[in-house]
């Protein structure tokens, strides 16, 4: 076995935890997140060091996300942001991703206009309510009044209640 056939083996010996290192990075950041969590399952001092460790030495915040994510284009970032694939057809891309955003424009717009529905809906039923309790009130004080109209007639006729 030469070292030609596998470039990622050197002349040079490795500890487990050089061998472990390069086998993670070989499988990518996904990986390195499995043995945190795995470790952290295990006995949470390891999956800490295991933090700590792909903190320092910038596994976590890598330059190929950070690359890919400042190199796209805006159509391209909206489509990600939202859960599209690229179909490799960049005027279809264009399309699809215009009518989603004239989709989405569409939905505010018609969530505004329920908004606005709800809100004049509440309004009128307080000032029904308003108007019952207004009448309500008037009709108490007419109330009132003609009780004390008749208590009034009763205290100038007393004979009128022995009738």
């Known amino acids: ?24 990075d070989q499988r ?3 990986a390195w997140i499995a043995a945190m969590v ?14 700590a460790y792909m903190i320092w030495s910038k596994r976590m915040f890598s330059k ?5 994510r400042h190199s796209m284009t805006g159509d391209q970032h909206y489509a990600r942001r939202h859960g599209f694939r690229s179909s490799g057809n960049t005027a279809f891309d264009s399309y699809k991703a215009e009518t989603l ?10 969530e505004n206009f329920l908004e606005r529905l709800r809100a004049a809906k ?6 029904q309510f308003m108007e019952e309790r207004a009448d309500a009130t008037r009709e108490a004080a ?22």
């Open 1 to 24: 076995m030469s070292t030609a056939a596998h470039p990622h083996m050197t002349n040079t010996p490795q500890g487990w935890f050089s061998r472990a290192e390069s086998w993670l």
């Open 28 to 30: 990518g950041k996904g």
């Open 38 to 51: 795995v470790s952290f399952i295990l006995f949470w001092p390891i999956g800490l060091a295991l933090l």
């Open 64 to 68: 190929s996300c950070s690359h890919r």
């Open 101 to 110: 955003r004239r989709l989405m424009d569409e939905q505010e717009a018609f």
């Open 122 to 127: 509440d309004k009128s039923e307080f000032d």
């Open 142 to 163: 007419v109330k009132a009044a003609e009780d004390m109209v008749e208590d009034a007639e009763t205290l100038d006729d007393p004979e009128k209640d022995k009738k």
